[in-house]
């Protein structure tokens, strides 16, 4: 990873991520606001355009990111770098907000259309992690990766494409119900 892209990543850590007042200016700095960027959340909501990234970051105000750059993995052809990186995401979290949004996944849960055998793995995953969670306190830590395509705008890196994800989901994710009993 070149010392622009690090630039890039280190300062949507610091000045992004995390932050209450997100300016368009702001988003602008970082995103490629021309050709309509896009984040995709851990559960595959998107948020496109400059104004529901803005929204995207402003709900996650109170949140830490960091990223492990020194492990990271980038490619870059033709002006266009894709990045890959892992990291931790921390934010502090009362028992009473954690076991509303508990009960909130677990309603969404049964309203799906996935199988039962993967409504039953996630319930009890969203549970065993806020059990988890609460045991060692307030503050909430879970690994997060970091997927995002990054072009260049007027001579400078910004991000066009971002997608978040838990690097845990890939080893069970729609496998169970494959499992005969």
Not at 7 to 28: A, N
Not at 69 to 93: D, M, P, R
Not at 146 to 160: D, E, M, R, S, Y
Request: hydrophobic share 40%.
């Amino acid at each position: 990873m070149d010392i622009e892209i690090k630039s890039l990543v280190k300062g949507f850590e610091t000045e992004i991520f995390g932050q209450k007042d997100i300016s368009k200016e702001l988003i602008s700095k970082y995103f490629d606001i021309n050709n309509i960027p896009f984040i995709i959340e851990p559960d595959n909501r998107w948020h496109m355009g400059a104004g529901q990234i803005r929204e995207f970051f402003t709900a996650s105000s109170g949140a830490a990111l960091t990223l492990d750059l020194e492990h990271a993995v980038a490619s870059k052809q033709s002006g266009v770098t894709w990045i890959t990186a892992c990291g931790l995401l921390k934010k502090s979290i009362t028992e009473d907000e954690l076991f509303a949004q508990i009960l909130d996944k677990i309603e969404n849960l049964l309203q799906s259309d996935i199988p039962s055998e993967d409504k039953l793995f996630s319930v009890h995953r969203s549970i065993a992690y806020a059990l988890k969670e609460s045991a060692a306190g307030q503050d909430y830590t879970c690994p997060v990766r970091l997927t995002a395509v990054v072009i260049n705008q007027a001579g400078k890196p910004v991000f066009q494409h971002m997608h978040f994800s838990f690097p845990f989901y890939w080893v069970f994710e729609g496998k169970l119900y494959s499992v005969k009993k």
